[in-house]
């Protein structure tokens, strides 16, 4: 999949993550019908975005613990919805079993969709986080 496609793939799981959150329900059916009327994506995308979400939302305590272990001076409900959403995200791809992004590259990501989408403090924020997370995943695997 190329990069800009895959970046949309993100930005639409990631919209799929901040309605779940916002919600505070497990409401998928209105989240993929939101995703579904996503202009501009075509329907592999959609499929793949709602896959993304879904996988980040399954493990979601896992991601929200390391965050609260790794930057103990904002926990989890003390973050925007934005933010908790793109760390989920991003933790989702880097501890994929079935198609794992190289941490690098989730990174990223990750901050782009934070200045996209996040305080002008979010990219920083999310680049500390996502990088001692990232440490910890190395650290963990040797």
Not at 113 to 139: H, M, W, Y
Request: net charge negative; with cysteine.
């Amino acid at each position: 999949m190329s990069g800009g496609r895959r970046h949309n793939t993100r930005r639409l799981a990631l919209q799929a993550l901040y309605q779940v959150d916002a919600r505070g329900e497990d409401d998928w059916d209105a989240v993929e019908a939101s995703v579904n009327d996503a202009p501009g994506a075509d329907e592999t995308v959609r499929a793949e975005a709602i896959a993304m979400a879904r996988h980040a939302w399954s493990v979601r305590e896992r991601a929200d613990a390391m965050v609260c272990e790794l930057a103990p001076e904002w926990p989890t409900h003390r973050q925007p919805v934005v933010d908790r959403s793109i760390l989920r995200l991003a933790v989702g791809e880097m501890t994929s079993p079935f198609d794992a992004t190289p941490a690098a590259v989730a990174i990223n990501e990750a901050v782009e969709l934070a200045k996209e989408f996040g305080t002008d403090k979010s990219p920083a924020f999310i680049n500390g986080v996502l990088d001692k997370i990232a440490k910890r995943l190395e650290a963990d695997t040797e």
